[in-house]
């Protein structure tokens, strides 16, 4: 699985996602997230555009030609290296890999404790490395930070906590 990512102009990510999928047969989307929010003290889960702008795309073999894609209105910049044929690579390919196993939206994470420490369960984001700085228990949210496209990202998402049964050994 190749995996690319473009960027866009904010409001047309859907449209240029869409295009993509429909003039070329690849997967292509912009990814969303399931958050919680409380109003007048009960929990909703909703859903929203995460990192609003980019649109991630996979194929099953690498894309030879650009120039169909960069001419669409609204595509800004390709990431990724023009040595590489602008394939994500290292923690961004890792990353792209974990949206796709979401079907490009992130749930509800599964956590666990270890010690004093809540922790990620290691399959949530599939092999890519994030971190919990923070946590609501009152709310069950939990703030991740990460790294993707060189930047250093925080996110809420809501989580969930595991039993000790359902936590991930060391092999």
């Known amino acids: 699985m190749y995996s690319y990512c473009f960027f866009c102009n904010t409001v047309k990510c859907a449209l240029v996602a869409a295009a993509i999928e ?34 991630f795309v996979y194929t099953d073999a690498p894309i030879a030609d650009f120039r169909e894609i960069r001419i669409m209105e609204g595509v800004l910049r390709f990431l990724g290296q023009k040595d590489d044929d602008y394939r994500l690579m290292g923690d961004d390919a890792r990353f792209a890999q974990m949206l796709y196993a979401h079907g490009g939206t992130i749930g509800i994470l599964k956590t666990y404790r ?4 809540v922790k990620l369960a290691g399959d949530m984001l599939g092999g890519f490395e994030g971190e919990i700085i923070r946590l609501d228990k009152r709310k069950g949210r939990a703030q991740i930070q990460y790294s993707f496209d060189g ?13 000790d049964d359902e936590k991930p050994t060391l092999e």
């Open 151 to 163: 930047n250093s990202y925080k996110v809420w998402v809501g989580y969930e906590m595991i039993e």
């Open 114 to 117: 270890e010690g004093d420490r």
């Open 22 to 55: 429909q003039k070329f047969g690849y997967t292509a989307w912009s990814p969303k997230i399931v958050q919680r929010k409380w109003v007048k003290g009960r929990c909703f889960e909703e859903t929203k555009d995460y990192l609003p702008g980019y649109v």
